[in-house]
């Protein structure tokens, strides 16, 4: 079992990455203030990992209560997360009852925002099953729902108090929601981690096979990464603006296209070419070095040619997602391959790289 | 002025308590991080004072949004939440937009649990016009809204970065509502400051003539009670049980009446009278004391004997309220007339107590 320690001033915990995790409750058992849980989970997990948890947890003489919830990201809304909290207080759920999130990101940030608001403050734990959620969503406290003017409006930072990361739940992910996840471990390799992005380049293959050495890995080099930039700057107020490299050009991506035609980590990927492309306009790349992000990107099968949006479009879209000041809208560029850092384009430079 | 400061360790603020405080911008001015605010209030407090504050911040340059709510604790629900959250979103706050609870408790704690969860969090200042939230409901950081299946179940640990405590505006308030929030100031003395029970025992006539001296003693005083218990016990671990002193009872008498048919404020006016004689049956208090409670009560215009609710539904109401353990149900007490402690009660010696 490999373990990354999150080391927040206030509320310190352990992400535990290993395979067969769901099903045994030893290390979930050792953090419940009460011998009673609440699993919240969505339709396809429930059908895949519900029962091999919940067994797991009954027979360790747990308590559980089970809250499936519809499956997508339409659904990380009010109405989902009063699900929520009507069943947890329906079967008189106490402050001290434990919410588990089983499920991917959205299951995750809805549930720890149903933890964070329930009777003040639940205990919460994390079982992510996407790469995804345990490379990004499960580490850092940030959890939230959708509000129509816009994603992850209403939320709050609210710790778990474990991360379980079943590296065997990522054997049944769908290959583009696997990709999709692959896009942020490679963003941490771009952000501040050179060895890291080396050793990607040279084990892509291991991990498109799934290989358990090397998932297990990235995920644990990934959950370092973000856990190092989010306890240097836990209230999102500096260096973990960098966690957002490629995000201003891959939201504008998912609005432009409509939420859900692209992937996140699809988006992600094409906009981290684009921030690549712009970091080498600035000088600061070369030609070789754009085109090894691209390689590794294309062999994680992720995309790395943004669809055409329009320039305008382009324009206004990303002014809605980051603050325009004197007509510069700041990014996340490179300074070089392996570091990346805050800078700004103007509107010729953006005009060319978009066309 | 006179100043309270809450001492939290990550999160300290200040409580001011003058008279004039609405039409002066300077102290919100001072601890705004951007030049704009929104302020919630209710439809009845908005007709009394929203105009001077709103004028005071325009006059300073603060661009201020106002959104304004039903009035009556049925509202302090997701549905008036939500238009706070729509309004925010609406107009395009941010994260750093300052949000202002212009009225009583439950505007407060609405507006504090908007701030906890609008983006993750945004500031909050507190402007409270009721006697309780001046020394209640503004101290201690809990905000929550209502379930259908419970008060106060859903909510936030959220500290405010200011509380403006205006005693003019006390002048406006009902004599019930005025009243009710006495209550809460006897039971600071009763809790463990006998000299500030004895002081209100010799100013509750000036108390009642609403004289502005004599408030802003008791307004310091019972901030820096509530503030010093909380400062002690952040999130209701140990100490701070203390401050529900009579209100078990208290709870019972409002669920049991059905909420709104007793103010908050009467109800543990009258729970506090149970709470001293049940601590005389356990020969911790005179008779002559309990009658200095019950007389000081009196005065301040509160009942002091409880409705006939049937020993049977008393116990129903009193258990799901608070945990039975072994038949005796928890409750604070006195252990001497200033000094009250956590005490069990068992079946014999509540029917006593009850009839
Ligand atoms: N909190 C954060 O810091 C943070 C960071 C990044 C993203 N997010 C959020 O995460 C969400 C995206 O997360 P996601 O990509 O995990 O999406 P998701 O939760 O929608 O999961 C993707 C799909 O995979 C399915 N699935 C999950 N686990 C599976 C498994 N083991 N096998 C088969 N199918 C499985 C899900 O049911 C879903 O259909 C977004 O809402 C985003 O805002 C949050
Ligand atoms: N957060 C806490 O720690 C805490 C503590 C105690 C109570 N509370 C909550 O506070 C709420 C009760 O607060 P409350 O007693 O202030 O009730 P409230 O907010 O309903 O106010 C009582 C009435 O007085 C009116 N009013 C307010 N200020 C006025 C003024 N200056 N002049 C004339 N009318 C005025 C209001 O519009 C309302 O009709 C409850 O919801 C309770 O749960 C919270
Ligand atoms: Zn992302
Ligand atoms: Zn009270």
């Known amino acids: ?114 933890a964070a608001i329930y009777q003040r403050g639940m205990p919460f734990i994390q079982v992510p099953t996407t790469l995804l959620a345990q490379v990004d969503s499960s580490v850092g406290g940030k959890t939230a729902i959708n509000h129509p003017l816009g994603k992850n ?51 892509m293959a291991a991990l498109m096979r799934r290989d358990m050495e090397a998932l297990a890995y990235a995920v644990e080099r990934s959950c370092q990464n973000k856990a190092r930039i989010v306890a240097a700057d836990e209230r999102e107020e ?13 939201h504008a991506i998912e609005a432009g296209l409509g ?5 996140h980590g699809e988006a992600i990927a094409a906009g981290m070419v684009l921030a690549a492309k712009a970091s080498a306009l600035l000088g600061k790349l ?7 992000i691209e390689l590794l990107l294309q062999r994680a099968d992720l995309p790395t040619t943004a669809p055409e949006l329009g320039f305008a479009r382009w324009m206004e879209l990303m002014a809605q997602d980051k603050k325009v000041l004197d007509g510069r809208i700041r990014f996340v560029l490179m300074d070089c391959l392996g570091q990346s850092e805050l800078a700004y384009l103007d509107e010729a430079q953006l005009r060319e790289l978009l066309h």
């Not at 609210?158 to 049944?172: E, G, I």
């Not at 500096?238 to 891959?250: E, I, P």
């Not at 939420?259 to 992937?263: F, K, Q, R, S, T």
Request: net charge negative; proline share 3%; hydrophobic share 45%.
């Open 259 to 263: 939420y859900g035609v692209w992937l």
């Open 1 to 114: 079992m490999r373990t990354v320690a999150v080391e927040l001033a206030h509320a310190p915990y352990q992400i535990q990455i290993a395979s067969g995790l769901l099903k045994d409750a030893s290390l979930i058992a050792a953090c419940l203030p009460q011998a009673r849980v609440a699993i919240v989970t969505n339709q396809t997990v429930a059908a895949l990992y519900l029962e091999d948890l919940q067994q797991a947890l009954e027979s360790s003489g747990i308590r559980t209560l089970r809250i499936v919830l519809p499956d997508g990201e339409q659904y990380k809304n009010w109405e989902t997360l009063n699900q929520i909290l009507d069943a947890l207080l329906e079967h008189r759920c106490e402050r001290k009852t434990t919410l588990i999130a089983l499920g991917g990101g959205v299951v995750g940030d809805m549930t720890g925002f149903a």
């Open 153 to 203: 409006m209403i939320g709050a930072f609210y710790q778990p108090r474990l991360v379980l990361a079943d590296l065997d739940t990522l054997q049944t992910l769908p290959a583009r929601e696997y990709s999709a996840g692959l896009a942020e471990v490679i963003k941490y390799g771009l952000i501040d981690d050179l060895p890291f992005f080396e050793w990607l380049e040279r084990n």
């Open 238 to 250: 500096g260096v973990r603006a960098l966690l957002n490299l490629g995000h201003t050009f891959g």
């Open 286 to 292: 070369r030609a070789d070095e754009v085109a090894r």
